[in-house]
């Protein structure tokens, strides 16, 4: 019996210590650059990382409407992610030029506190997205095309968004301009 004691100790320990590690999480955490949106996890023994010498450059095509007026669009937000994960693992943030253009849809993001609140009765929950990224250098495009269908004018809009002739005017100008088209 005594030379069990030893055996069961070894391998409580162990299944503990397994337990353990099964038991831990990989939580996304904001930061470095916005630290209240744009959760990222952290990954370990990465096989691809950017050259973190070069410039990345990418325009955003955002069309996607939430059916909940009081919830802000993830699209909008995967910008701050973009930022917080490239700077995380070492991409200067002046290396970084990110724009995005709303249309279809997602026009209603654009839209300023008091024609969100009289249209949806509610506040714009993608006010502060779009202000924080204009404030970093993201160019924020509207589809004027959309805008006009939709039977807004410039004045309707957030301040930080400029109104283009269309989506596919400015996806193609940024493109041509050597920016990765990315679309959710």
């Given at each position: 019996m005594q030379n069990r004691s030893p055996l069961l100790l070894f391998l409580s320990l162990m299944f503990i210590?397994?337990?353990?590690?099964?038991?831990?999480?990989?939580?996304p955490t904001t930061g470095p650059v916005f630290n209240d949106v744009g959760a990222v996890f952290?990954?370990?023994?990465?096989?691809f990382l950017p050259d973190t010498s070069k410039d990345l450059k990418a325009i955003f095509d955002i069309d996607r409407k939430q059916t909940d007026p009081s919830t802000s669009n993830p699209i909008i937000s995967s910008?701050?992610?973009?930022?917080?994960?490239?700077?995380?693992?070492?991409?200067?943030?002046?290396?970084?030029?990110?724009?995005?253009?709303?249309?279809?849809?997602?026009?209603?993001?654009?839209?300023?506190?008091?024609?969100?609140k009289e249209k949806f009765n509610t506040d714009n929950p993608n006010r502060n997205l779009i202000k924080t990224?204009?404030?970093?250098?993201?160019?924020?495009?509207?589809?004027g095309q959309s805008m006009s269908s939709m039977g807004y004018s410039?004045?309707?809009?957030?301040?930080?968004?400029?109104?283009a002739l269309s989506a596919m005017t400015v996806l193609t100008a940024y493109q041509i301009n050597n920016y990765a088209l990315i679309k959710f």
């Open positions: 210590q397994t337990s353990l590690t099964f038991g831990q999480k990989n939580e952290s990954i370990a023994d990465l096989d910008l701050h992610r973009y930022y917080n994960m490239h700077v995380r693992y070492g991409v200067p943030k002046d290396k970084i030029h990110l724009a995005l253009v709303l249309h279809g849809s997602s026009t209603k993001d654009a839209l300023s506190p008091t024609v969100y990224l204009s404030e970093i250098g993201v160019d924020v495009y509207l589809c410039k004045e309707d809009l957030l301040p930080e968004v400029k109104v």
